[in-house]
């Protein structure tokens, strides 16, 4: 673990225990060998589709999970166990942002509780008075002004964005040095989603957090962040700078999640082409069951036996960029440039796409 980091996993795994019938219990690998590493001020985007294992990571790097293996660090030491005093202090560095705004907030009680709340625990030693000078700069600074006409709202009476604005200055009045959005703009109207990215560029520039973005949208993820890491099926199978990853993925998930976001620039043709061979792109496996070697290898146009039976190694590409793939092992890279993923597929053979 580097003090370099802030907040530190490294190859850190979640199983869980589910029951079934006849008294029969499963094995879910939500997350297996996963490492994220956050500097001060750094922005790093985890994207992936629904059931990839983003929002478990999220929740055991927030230590509502402990890892089943693997450690978390804080400013370079490790954190593991502990009472409720060191779990608060935890918490008073690493803030989760939840994806729904409606949810988050006690419904029963206004907005000056739940703020009031959070500094209670987490700064006793402030008066009533300081509290709320406090909550005032909190709305303020994420924009609810004049503050006062907030304070005594319930949740029902705001707007999905006041909410989640209230739910970022709840998150802020504990003073972290790091905060973790679990999908924070997704729930939101298209037409405030701009101003919630902007809300969280302008927290990292004034206070140099860190901050850990999940999204399934490229676009915000390639707005906001500076790093991107992709996770298919619990595992990351490529991470880098974002341009890097964007303009030049280099594992066949990472160009079909980007070939599938919306592009307006697309030709007619252009889109002919990426949906061809679309039903043959299959479903992800289960985590229960996970199949053996490298878990996109079902799915993936470029898969060879040895995909089938041994889990890539991390290739190192320069500047940071890595990927999980055997193509690289076999000087077969080029070949994700050439093609669109969904095209790949259809021209792979039947027997192959049935392995």
Same mark, same amino acid.
């Given at each position: 673990?580097?003090?370099?980091? $802030?907040?530190?996993?490294?190859? $850190?795994?979640?199983?869980?225990?589910?029951?079934?019938?006849?008294?029969?219990?499963?094995?879910?690998?939500?997350?297996?060998?996963?490492?994220?590493?956050?500097?001060?001020?750094?922005?790093?985007?985890?994207?992936?589709?629904?059931?990839?294992?983003?929002?478990?990571?999220?929740?055991?790097?927030?230590? *509502?999970?402990?890892?089943?293996?693997?450690?978390?660090?804080?400013?370079?030491?490790?954190?593991?166990?502990?009472?409720?005093?060191?779990?608060?202090?935890?918490?008073?560095?690493?803030?989760?942002?939840?994806?729904?705004?409606?949810?988050?907030?006690?419904?029963?009680?206004?907005?000056?509780?739940?703020?009031?709340?959070?500094?209670?625990?987490?700064?006793?030693?402030?008066?009533?008075?300081?509290?709320?000078?406090?909550?005032?700069?909190?709305? =303020?600074?994420?924009?609810?002004? +004049?503050?006062?006409?907030?304070?005594?709202? *319930?949740?029902?009476?705001?707007?999905?964005?006041?909410?989640?604005? $209230?739910?970022?200055?709840?998150?802020?009045?504990?003073?972290?040095?790091?905060?973790?959005?679990? %999908?924070?703009?997704?729930?939101?109207?298209?037409?405030?989603?701009?101003?919630?990215?902007?809300?969280? =560029?302008?927290?990292?520039?004034?206070?140099?957090?860190?901050?850990?973005?999940?999204?399934?949208?490229?676009?915000?993820?390639?707005?906001?962040?500076?790093?991107?890491?992709?996770?298919?099926?619990?595992?990351?199978?490529?991470?880098?700078?974002?341009?890097?990853?964007?303009?030049?993925?280099?594992?066949?998930?990472?160009?079909?999640?980007? =070939?599938?976001?919306?592009?307006?620039?697309?030709?007619?043709?252009?889109?002919?082409?990426? *949906?061809?061979?679309?039903?043959?792109?299959? %479903?992800?496996?289960?985590?229960?069951? +996970?199949?053996?070697?490298?878990?996109?290898?079902?799915?993936?146009? *470029?898969?060879?036996?040895?995909?089938?039976?041994?889990?890539? +190694?991390?290739?190192?590409?320069?500047?940071?960029?890595?990927?999980?793939?055997?193509?690289?092992?076999?000087?077969?890279?080029? =070949?994700?440039?050439?093609?669109?993923?969904?095209?790949?597929?259809?021209?792979?053979? +039947?027997?192959?796409?049935?392995?």
């Amino acid at each position: 673990m580097s003090p370099d980091y $802030v907040l530190e996993a490294r190859n $850190v795994s979640k199983h869980f225990t589910v029951r079934g019938s006849l008294g029969r219990s499963a094995v879910v690998q939500a997350v297996q060998d996963a490492t994220v590493r956050l500097k001060p001020g750094q922005i790093l985007a985890l994207v992936g589709e629904s059931g990839s294992g983003k929002t478990t990571l999220a929740r055991l790097l927030a230590r *509502f999970y402990e890892p089943t293996s693997g450690e978390i660090a804080l400013r370079g030491e490790p954190v593991a166990g502990g009472g409720r005093a060191a779990r608060r202090a935890y918490h008073s560095d690493v803030q989760l942002i939840f994806q729904d705004p409606f949810g988050s907030l006690n419904p029963l009680h206004r907005v000056r509780y739940n703020l009031d709340r959070a500094l209670k625990l987490h700064h006793p030693s402030l008066d009533g008075d300081a509290r709320l000078r406090r909550a005032t700069a909190l709305l =303020e600074r994420v924009s609810l002004t +004049p503050a006062a006409d907030y304070l005594d709202k *319930f949740p029902h009476e705001l707007s999905g964005g006041q909410r989640q604005r $209230v739910v970022i200055a709840r998150a802020l009045a504990v003073e972290p040095k790091v905060l973790l959005g679990d %999908e924070p703009i997704s729930m939101l109207d298209v037409s405030i989603r701009l101003e919630m990215l902007n809300l969280l =560029e302008k927290l990292r520039a004034e206070d140099g957090l860190a901050l850990l973005y999940i999204t399934h949208d490229i676009a915000s993820a390639r707005y906001l962040c500076d790093d991107i890491a992709v996770m298919y099926a619990g595992q990351m199978v490529e991470s880098g700078p974002k341009e890097e990853v964007i303009a030049a993925p280099q594992h066949p998930y990472t160009k079909l999640l980007i =070939e599938s976001s919306p592009d307006p620039e697309r030709a007619a043709g252009d889109r002919d082409e990426l *949906f061809e061979g679309a039903d043959e792109l299959g %479903e992800p496996p289960s985590l229960i069951d +996970p199949p053996a070697g490298c878990r996109f290898h079902p799915r993936c146009p *470029f898969a060879m036996t040895q995909c089938r039976s041994e889990a890539p +190694p991390v290739t190192g590409l320069g500047d940071g960029h890595w990927a999980r793939c055997w193509l690289h092992q076999h000087g077969r890279a080029g =070949e994700l440039a050439r093609t669109t993923h969904a095209a790949a597929m259809a021209r792979r053979a +039947p027997q192959e796409v049935a392995t």
